[in-house]
């Protein structure tokens, strides 16, 4: 199957809302960072993208047709040269409540003793992905907002206008469903994976899929 749509947007910018968007309106299944961090074997060939290699996607993304947060996010080039005909989001928010949100989240504390106890491989992926809490940078706000504006920017600069949606989920179903020329549905859309609720799987130990 190949990729019909795929997320370039940081985690922490909508991207578990935007996964349930895109499978309700039969984009789906939609691969996220949670599906991967429950799946050992594909951590090392991962790593191996992020290292620049040559990987098989096709493999590791087999029976998906959307990809948004981690690890896609930072190999969206590699990945639109791949699907020439796959569609490009970058979800976005402005970058100071990014930052926020990802030292309430990904980079607080409580998340990396999780990943003080997960496999080398996990963790060796977690820091190429630039995740690794115990690196001072990953708390300096100044350094973390000019690296996701510099993202941001990348892609706009990279991906054709046509093929590209600089989307907020805050927007709602409109421009998204236009983007991808499908019908809008009639309920609301999907808000999931907030602070709070991430926060509760944490303490839970449940990962969503």
């Not at 790593?47 to 690890?71: M, N």
Request: aromatic share 10%; charged share 25%.
């Amino acid at each position: 199957m190949a990729l019909r749509v795929i997320g370039a947007g940081h985690g922490r910018t909508g991207t578990y809302s935007l996964k349930l968007a895109l499978e309700r309106l039969g984009f789906g299944p939609c691969y996220h960072m949670f599906i991967c961090a429950c799946d050992p074997a594909s951590w090392a060939e991962w790593g191996r993208a992020y290292d620049g290699e040559q990987v098989d996607f096709e493999k590791l993304l087999g029976g998906y047709s959307s990809i948004v947060d981690d690890p896609g996010t930072q190999l969206y080039a590699p990945l639109a040269k791949r699907y020439p005909e796959a569609k490009v989001v970058l979800t976005t928010r402005g970058s100071k409540s990014w930052f926020d949100s990802t030292q309430a989240t990904v980079l607080s504390s409580d998340v990396q003793k999780l990943f003080a106890a997960a496999p080398k491989e996990l963790n060796d992926l977690n820091r190429k992905m630039g995740w690794d809490g115990a690196d001072p940078k990953t708390h300096d706000c100044q350094y973390m907002m000019r690296s996701f504006e510099a993202h941001n920017e990348a892609v706009r600069h990279s991906i054709q206008k046509e093929r590209l949606l600089v989307y907020q989920v805050s927007q709602g179903w409109e421009p998204l469903c236009r983007f991808l020329d499908v019908p809008v549905p009639s309920e609301p859309f999907p808000r999931s994976n907030s602070t709070a609720e991430f926060r509760e799987m944490l303490r839970t130990g449940t990962i969503p899929q």
